[in-house]
């Protein structure tokens, strides 16, 4: 767990002043998310770029207060020291009764270069126990969980085909994928 809560980052973080000229570039790259869910199959959900640079789900340029980067930072760099779970996406699946749950997908950066992906399928703010056991793991890691419940603000305002900038989004995901 982090030391200091990103609780309510989104709503701190403010419009960048060089919101205009930003360019995704790999090497700033602290994470990314990516969501597959039945009403967004190839969705968006935020990118944090170092130093203080924040893109969310609606392509919105934000500045992020620096406690907040840094606690996002330190959670996204414990997350990818978790292990594998064997499973498509390395998905930590969260149980629930009925299937068909989103898929947030976490891009994360390792000291090599490589991008490590970890998954949530399922996440909820009161649900932790996993479907299946992963290593010594029955319930979501709490970095997972905590990391998760900051990411969803990144939708915050969200309506799937209002983005701001799809240029900007498909960039990013670019920038992950290759």
Do not use: C
Not at 94 to 102: F, I, L, N, S
Not at 117 to 131: I, M, R, Y
Request: zero cysteines; aromatic letters at 8%; charged letters at 25%.
């Amino acid at each position: 767990m982090s030391s200091a809560s990103a609780k309510g980052w989104h709503g701190r973080a403010q419009p960048h002043p060089d919101g205009a000229k930003f360019a995704p570039a790999r090497d700033k790259l602290v994470f990314a998310v990516l969501v597959n869910a039945q009403a967004d199959p190839e969705g968006f959900t935020m990118a944090l770029f170092r130093p203080d640079v924040a893109v969310d789900a609606r392509g919105r340029v934000l500045q992020v207060q620096s406690d907040d980067f840094a606690a996002l930072s330190d959670l996204a760099e414990q997350a990818n020291r978790l292990p594998e779970t064997g499973s498509f996406m390395n998905a930590w699946r969260v149980a629930h009764d009925r299937t068909e749950q989103k898929i947030d997908r976490l891009f994360v950066p390792t000291p090599s270069g490589a991008i490590k992906e970890t998954s949530v399928q399922g996440w909820h703010p009161e649900k932790k126990q996993l479907k299946n056991a992963v290593a010594e793991y029955q319930e979501l890691p709490p970095v997972l969980h905590e990391l998760f419940e900051y990411i969803q603000e990144g939708r915050t305002d969200y309506t799937r085909g209002e983005e701001e900038n799809k240029q900007l989004i498909a960039e990013i995901k670019a920038v992950v994928e290759n």
